[in-house]
C-alpha cells in the first residue's frame, strides 16, 4: 500500500509542476510571484484574528518582531491604544515583511500522515504541532487524516488519500490541491487550473482524482469558482463540476444531508459514508476518519476505541463524487457505566455555556468530562469546568486504579441534570 502512494506521489507531483507551469501566467497565488509582477508592490495580508485577541497578541504570534507592533497600528488605526485591550475587528491588515514566515500549524494527525520540504524528494512523517512552510507537502495515506491551522485564519482536513502543497500567504490563506477530499474553512485553494475563493467564514468540500474534474460542495456561506475565465457562485447547499480544462458548471443541489445516525440506509454501488469520530463537539480533535461501504461499520469503528467520550459523525459521499453536509453529532460513551460509585455532588452553571461539576470516586487518579480535563482533589475528589455543548448532556469519564468508569447526565424539561439510565 505504501509503495502505491509513493507512485501516485510522483504522478501527482509531475501534474502540480506541469500545472503551475501552465497557470502561471496571470496568477496570484504566491506573494513571490506577486513582487516580481510589480516591483515594490506591497504586498499585505489580511489575518483573521479569533475573538478576545489583543493587540500584544497580535505582534507576539503573527509579527516575525514584536517591537515591531507600531508600524502595525499605522496600517490598523482601529488598534486599541492599550496592547493589552481587546481588537474588536474580526480582521487585521498585516504587511507580509513583517509577518512571520510560516504558513499554518499541524493541528492534527491520524495515524500517519507524511510531509516534504519544497523541491525535496524525500517524504517523512508529519509530526503533531509542526509548524509548515510555504512549498511544504502534506500526503495522507489510505488511513490517514490531518488539520492544518492556518497563521492567517481557516483551516484545512485532510482525509484518507489527499495531497496539497502550500502557497505563501496573500491576502488569505491558500494551498495547492492535487488529489483526494478536503474539506476547507475560509481557505483559498488552486487544483488544475481552477480557483476556488471562499467569501468570509465560508466551508466547503473539494473533491478530486485521476479524471483530473474538480468537484465542489459549499457547506456554509458561499464561495466563488473561476476556470477559463468564468466564474460561478456557488451558494450553502449547492455544489459545482469543473470537468478538466473546462469552466464551472451551472451549481446544482447538494446530496440529502444524513438525518437519522441510528437508521443509515445501504448504499448504492459507488456511494461511501465518510465517518469522523472525535473528542469535541467542534470535531477539532479528530480520532479516527474513515470512508465506509456499509452501515454496520459505524458500530465496528466505534467498538474499536478505548474507553471515553466521543462524538461521532457522518456524511454521504456520492457516486459522483460531491459530499453531503455533515449531519448531526452523535455522542456516545465507551466504558463502564457506575452510577454508585462515581458521586456527583454539585452541577453549578457558571455562564457561557459552561458547567462546573465536582464530585468523587474512589481511587481517582484523572477525570474527564465532555472532552475537557478536570482536576483531582484530596480525599478522592475532583472537579472540571467545561461547555455543555447542544446536546445538553455531559459524561463523568474517570480513570481509577482499577480501571475506568463514566457517568452519564442529561438535562431535563423542568432544568434539571439527572443521571442517564
Not at 509513493?6 to 506577486?34: H, I, K, M, Y
Request: aromatic share 8%; proline share 5%; hydrophobic share 40%.
Amino acid at each position: 500500500m505504501l509503495k502505491n502512494t509513493f507512485a501516485a506521489v510522483v504522478f501527482f507531483t509531475a501534474v502540480f509542476l506541469c500545472a503551475e507551469a501552465e497557470s502561471a501566467p496571470g496568477r496570484a497565488e504566491s506573494a513571490s510571484s506577486a513582487v516580481a509582477d510589480a516591483p515594490g508592490r506591497e504586498v499585505i495580508v489580511e489575518v483573521k484574528i479569533p475573538p478576545g485577541t489583543t493587540t500584544e497578541i497580535i505582534a507576539q504570534k503573527y509579527l516575525k518582531d514584536p517591537s515591531r507592533i507600531k508600524e502595525l497600528r499605522r496600517r490598523n488605526k482601529f488598534l486599541p491604544k492599550d496592547d493589552k485591550d481587546v481588537v474588536k475587528s474580526q480582521f487585521v491588515n498585516i504587511p507580509k515583511d513583517l509577518m512571520k514566515e510560516k504558513v499554518c500549524d499541524t493541528a492534527a494527525v491520524s495515524p500517519l500522515v507524511l510531509t516534504r520540504k519544497e523541491k525535496e524528494i524525500r517524504w517523512e512523517k508529519l509530526q503533531p504541532t509542526r509548524r509548515l512552510f510555504p512549498g511544504d507537502g502534506i500526503m495522507t495515506l489510505s488511513d490517514g487524516s490531518a488539520r492544518l491551522e492556518f497563521l492567517a485564519g481557516g483551516n484545512l482536513f485532510l482525509a484518507p488519500d489527499s495531497l496539497v502543497f502550500l502557497s505563501e500567504n496573500e491576502e488569505r490563506p491558500a494551498a495547492s490541491f492535487l488529489a483526494g477530499n478536503i474539506s476547507a474553512d475560509d481557505v483559498r485553494m488552486a487544483s488544475r487550473g481552477v480557483k476556488v475563493s471562499p467569501a468570509g467564514g465560508a466551508q466547503y468540500n473539494i473533491n478530486t482524482s485521476a479524471d483530473k474534474n474538480v468537484r465542489l460542495s459549499v457547506h456554509r456561506g458561499e464561495v466563488d469558482v473561476t476556470a477559463q475565465k468564468k466564474t460561478v457562485k456557488v451558494k450553502e447547499g449547492f455544489r459545482t463540476l469543473v470537468a478538466f480544462d473546462s469552466a464551472p458548471e451551472a451549481p446544482l443541489p447538494l446530496p440529502e444531508a444524513i438525518s437519522d445516525l441510528n437508521n443509515l440506509r445501504e448504499l448504492e454501488e459507488g456511494e461511501k459514508y465518510h465517518l469522523q469520530i472525535a473528542s469535541d463537539e467542534k470535531f477539532k480533535d479528530i480520532i479516527k476518519v474513515k470512508y465506509i461501504t456499509r452501515s454496520a461499520d459505524v458500530k465496528a469503528a466505534q467498538h474499536a476505541l478505548p474507553p471515553g467520550g466521543y462524538y461521532l459523525r457522518v456524511a454521504l459521499l456520492s457516486k459522483d463524487g460531491f459530499e453531503s453536509k455533515w449531519s448531526s453529532f452523535y455522542y456516545f460513551v465507551k466504558g463502564t457505566e457506575s452510577r454508585d460509585v462515581i458521586k456527583v455532588e454539585a452541577i453549578t452553571d457558571i455562564g457561557d455555556g459552561k458547567l462546573e461539576v465536582k464530585g468523587s470516586c474512589p481511587e481517582i487518579i484523572d477525570v474527564v468530562i465532555n472532552g475537557h480535563p478536570g482536576k483531582t482533589l484530596q480525599g478522592d475528589k475532583f472537579v472540571c469546568v467545561f461547555r455543555v455543548g447542544e446536546a445538553e448532556l455531559f459524561t463523568v469519564f474517570i480513570k481509577t486504579e482499577s480501571g475506568f468508569l463514566s457517568k452519564r447526565y442529561k438535562r431535563s424539561p423542568s432544568n434539571l441534570w439527572l443521571p442517564i439510565d
